[in-house]
């Protein structure tokens, strides 16, 4: 399918470095984005599917890099079906799995967690809620586990890891299976801060330097921190990634974003919502945090959208996160809410309301246009301006 956005205001690209591409158009075919700039007319009357921003902001598609999948679109944790799809109104276009550690009556025998991180990979290959990308399976690390168990699961495409939730004795235990995952090819994040769930323990600075995993999540806490004698710890005496959550201490969030900016570690910052968990279902997580931690902070909201987008894609070698010519296709147009003082996406960030989901496109696909079902109405108003595929793809009502 080939498609295009067109008069576009600004283009947040993704990359904190160059935050803003030039042009005022996205043409975009075959999954991938083909031109970032201004499209001939040639080119709009090639296009399936051309939509008008009216002069909004496009932004890549939100990646929450820490999601509780367990199976379809369905939590275990909050008994909730359609949250998936209902995280895509939110603008997240791409879910990374945080381990499939709530399916119930998961395994914890070594066959059994690299069979269930296999049998999720597999499932959400075939699955796209709503049209979002889930990076599912994760091997959840367990006393017993071999360097062949983790090759067999690199095998059939696993490239996840989770440490924090074993039945080991002490998390420093955890360092030979961390190191057993990475020469296996795959990403390793572990549980940061106190514990969560039952048979789950804190981790601290100490540990993560320890382990040396590739991504500590919700290091602000998931929900209750650790120490804040460590932060600099880690930010300064490792290359640890780092991930604040939307379910976490928002007071350490906004400390280990200075710190992390100050030490010029922000490529290594990123944001998950750490959802669904005691903390409930959040649609709206991603935005929320990256509201959040632009009106609370200096900085401005270009770059913590980054910290959503293209710092998350590159943490997790994924080829979305930016507007730019060959990238996935998955981009959201943004704006000022209706009624909002703001009379700009980035202005109402800054000024502390949510931005308006005007239209979400995944594999350059438009999921809905129009408005999500879970923000505010915009300002402006999108328009189709061509379409040959016979549909409007307006959002639906929320009759819940």
Excluded at 112 to 130: C, H, I, M, T
Excluded at 244 to 249: K, L, R, T
Aim: hydrophobic share 40%; aromatic share 6%.
């Amino acid at each position: 399918m080939k498609t295009a956005i067109v008069n576009i205001k600004t283009i947040v690209s993704g990359d904190w470095r160059k935050p803003f591409a030039k042009g005022d158009s996205i043409l975009m075919n075959n999954g991938k984005i083909t031109k970032v700039g201004t499209i001939s007319s040639k080119e709009f009357d090639s296009c399936d599917f051309v939509l008008d921003a009216d002069g909004m902001t496009a932004a890549p598609g939100l990646i929450d890099s820490q999601v509780h999948v367990a199976f379809a679109d369905y939590t275990p944790r909050q008994r909730t079906i359609g949250f998936l799809e209902s995280y895509l109104h939110g603008g997240i276009t791409t879910s990374i799995s945080a381990s499939e550690v709530h399916v119930p009556g998961r395994p914890t025998d070594p066959d059994g967690v690299v069979a269930l991180a296999v049998a999720a990979k597999k499932s959400f290959d075939n699955y796209s809620p709503g049209g979002m990308h889930v990076h599912a399976g994760a091997v959840i690390l367990e006393p017993g586990l071999t360097q062949k168990h983790f090759n067999e699961a690199a095998r059939q495409g696993v490239w996840l890891a989770k440490a924090g939730f074993g039945k080991f004795k002490s998390p420093f235990d955890y360092k030979p299976y961390v190191k057993m995952a990475q020469k296996a090819g795959m990403i390793v994040n572990v549980h940061t801060g106190g514990a969560s769930i039952p048979d789950s323990s804190p981790i601290t600075g100490d540990h993560l330097l320890h382990m040396q995993p590739d991504v500590s999540f919700h290091i602000n806490g998931g929900p209750v921190a650790m120490p804040d004698a460590d932060f600099p710890r880690i930010i300064n005496e490792s290359e640890i990634a780092l991930q604040i959550c939307q379910a976490g201490n928002i007071r350490t969030a906004l400390m280990c974003l200075d710190m992390a900016i100050e030490a010029d570690a922000f490529d290594r910052l990123i944001f998950a919502t750490d959802t669904p968990t005691g903390t409930g279902v959040m649609p709206l997580g991603m935005i929320k945090t990256v509201v959040e931690m632009a009106c609370l902070s200096k900085h401005s909201p270009e770059m913590m959208l980054a910290a959503a987008t293209g710092n998350n894609a590159n943490v997790y070698k994924i080829n979305t996160g930016f507007i730019k010519r060959g990238r996935a296709a998955d981009v959201i147009l943004l704006d000022a809410p209706l009624g909002s003082s703001a009379k700009t996406a980035l202005d109402a960030i800054k000024h502390g309301d949510y931005p308006a989901v005007a239209a979400a496109f995944t594999d350059g696909i438009p999921r809905y246009v129009g408005r999500s079902r879970n923000t505010p109405p915009s300002t402006r108003q999108t328009r189709i301006a061509h379409n040959t595929v016979m549909q409007d793809f307006g959002p639906g009502r929320h009759t819940v």
